[in-house]
């Protein structure tokens, strides 16, 4: 007998800011945009804890790399943070994850020098045939 369960849905809050003293030309701002839309959803997306319901993320220069590094907090719904990781550039770059919904997730404002962004998820349980 097959047990089919329902797709879960989770959502994460995205919170970034670019680090003090990094400043960004208009085109890396852009490119930044488009960093936080299309990639770290996805790149994060194994690094979530259970219990992890927003992701501040500040993006600083890497000092070997030169390029952006992303310094990700993994924070729990009482504000104590799970874990932290950082991400390069090329991890991040090009990342694709099946269980990330851009359709659904967006940005939804600035408030006190963060950008907020919903990032919704779609975790299909797999099928155990017992």
Same mark, same amino acid.
């Given at each position: 007998m097959a047990t089919t369960e329902q797709?879960?849905?989770?959502?994460?809050v995205l919170r970034t800011r670019v680090a003090d003293g990094y400043d960004l030309t208009q085109l890396e701002l852009k490119r930044l945009q488009r960093v936080f839309t299309d990639w770290f959803p996805g !790149?994060?997306?194994?690094d979530l804890t259970r219990d992890t319901v927003r992701v501040d993320v500040v993006v600083k220069k890497g000092r070997l790399s030169g390029q952006s590094v992303y310094n990700a907090s993994f924070v729990n719904a009482d504000g104590s943070v799970a874990k932290q990781t950082?991400?390069?550039?090329d991890?991040?770059?090009?990342?694709?994850? !099946?269980s990330y919904d851009?359709?659904?997730s967006g940005y939804f404002g600035k408030k006190e020098g963060f950008d907020?962004?919903?990032?919704f998820y779609k975790i299909r349980p797999t099928t155990k045939t017992r």
């Open positions: 797709e879960i849905e989770r959502r994460i !790149a994060v997306f194994d950082d991400y390069d550039e991890r991040i770059t090009g990342k694709v994850c !099946a851009p359709r659904r907020y962004r919903n990032v």
